[in-house]
């Protein structure tokens, strides 16, 4: 997803998103390495018009704005460019002009290639098998110590695929409630617009906060959900998405089929999810919350008034491998390693164990870097 994803990487709340296990002190410091990592700023979209006018708005009417925390660097203002942090990013350090750890003999990158299954015995992996999907032909690959990380999904099939199946693997699912609406800045507020260069987007955040259990962001969409009709001046127009936090229940999963596999060939996973009643609430909550901001800015445009996005619409999937310090209830140990595995480690989104409202995936890296560590300290 390193490619295509919106770049926001805010820190968990440390009371209403608190991930057990780590300590406050330690956390911030494993923020602040996958920070570096992803060249993390908040003034790339600081000096944008339309920002600052929907800022002092939204500060007049209760509500905490900031700066949205991105991963991202501003190359220039006129013409506006910026280049965006992905994976060539996070391996050059932070810094897209230092070397590339990819350009390290040791690193070999196999493209289009489909890991298939883990081999193990006696609690140690002792191979993965792979496969070139523009040839068909597999083979194993072995190491001293194995990561996997594909996705909240993925990487739980992987491990079903291959037999290494602890209670606790695939449920726990969690994901947010979203609800966005788009609207039009009102005459008062869109004529302020001339008070400045207004080609700079909006970026903006309203933190969780206790008493807040949502995350909020203002800019111009990106995604299919938030074009804008032709004839409407985009300048004007600013999009509210709202993510709120979602209970940790074992019961929302995703299972795996013995008998009906997926196009690759790997167990077809099949998910069971449902709110609780506080969830149902608190989604009630949040939209209410999210009318309020909308309606102080403006008039919502035909069609993108206040909606909860539709089940299925996934972004920020975790829990499905979480970290816990007892295996009854978790897959992986507060440092990565699979329990009952030595040489096995886990990361991405599914390890993340408590329900958080934000992005996730500035907290699955910074507990990606405390895995990271441990293998260092253990080889
Ligand atoms: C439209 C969109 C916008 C988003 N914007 C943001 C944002 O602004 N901020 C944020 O924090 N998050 C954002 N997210 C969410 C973020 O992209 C995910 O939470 C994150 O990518 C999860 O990381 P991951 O490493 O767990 O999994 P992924 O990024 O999905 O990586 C897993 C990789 O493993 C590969 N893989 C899986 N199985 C196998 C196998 N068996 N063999 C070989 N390879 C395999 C997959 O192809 C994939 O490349 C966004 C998501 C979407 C869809």
């Not at 919106?6 to 209403?16: D, G, Q």
């Not at 507020?189 to 807040?212: F, K, M, Q, S, Y």
């Not at 149902?280 to 996005?309: I, Q, S, V």
């Not at 499905?320 to 295996?327: I, N, S, V």
């Amino acid at each position: 997803m390193g490619i295509f994803w919106a770049c926001a990487t805010p820190r968990a709340h440390p009371v209403v998103e608190h991930i057990p296990l780590v300590g406050d002190g330690e956390l911030s410091r494993l923020y602040g390495v996958a920070e570096t990592l992803l060249h993390t700023t908040a003034d790339a979209y600081e000096m944008s018009t339309q920002g600052r006018i929907v800022t002092e708005k939204l500060d007049e009417t209760g509500y905490d704005v900031r700066c949205l925390p991105l991963a991202v660097e501003r190359l220039s203002l006129d013409p506006p460019r910026v280049h965006w942090s992905g994976p060539e990013v996070i391996l050059k350090g932070g810094d897209r002009h230092g070397p590339s750890a990819a350009d390290d003999p040791r690193f070999t990158l196999l493209p289009e290639h489909l890991c298939i299954g883990l081999v193990h015995s006696g609690g140690r992996v002792t191979g993965a098998v792979v496969r070139d999907l523009t040839t068909g032909t597999e083979r194993t690959l072995v190491a001293d110590t194995y990561v996997v990380a594909g996705g909240s999904v993925l990487t739980p099939q992987l491990l079903w695929a291959s037999g290494i199946r602890p209670d606790a693997l695939g449920r726990y699912l969690c994901e947010q409630t979203m609800a966005t609406c788009q609207v039009a800045l009102s005459d008062d507020l869109a004529r302020r617009l001339d008070d400045g260069p207004a080609t700079v987007e909006p970026n903006l955040w309203i933190p969780v906060a206790e008493g807040r259990p949502w995350h909020a962001q203002l800019h111009r969409g990106i995604f299919g959900y938030a074009a804008v009709p032709a004839g409407v001046d985009r300048r004007t127009v600013t999009d509210l998405v709202w993510f709120s936090t979602c209970d940790v229940r074992r019961e929302n999963a995703v299972t795996f089929s013995a008998r009906v596999t997926d196009p690759y060939g790997l167990p077809q996973p099949t998910f069971h999810f449902g709110p609780s009643a506080a969830d149902r609430a608190r989604a009630d909550d949040m939209l209410t919350d999210m009318t309020k901001a909308a309606t102080a800015l403006g008039k919502f445009l035909p069609g993108a008034e206040p909606r909860f996005l539709e089940a299925g619409f996934a972004l920020h999937i975790t829990g499905t491998t979480r970290m816990g310090a007892d295996k009854r209830d978790s897959v992986i140990d507060p440092h990565g390693k699979v329990w009952g595995l030595d040489n096995l480690y886990l990361g991405g989104g599914g390890v993340i164990p408590a329900g958080v409202a934000c992005n996730t995936t500035l907290t699955s890296m910074a507990l990606a870097v405390r895995a990271a560590e441990a293998i260092t300290a253990a080889t």
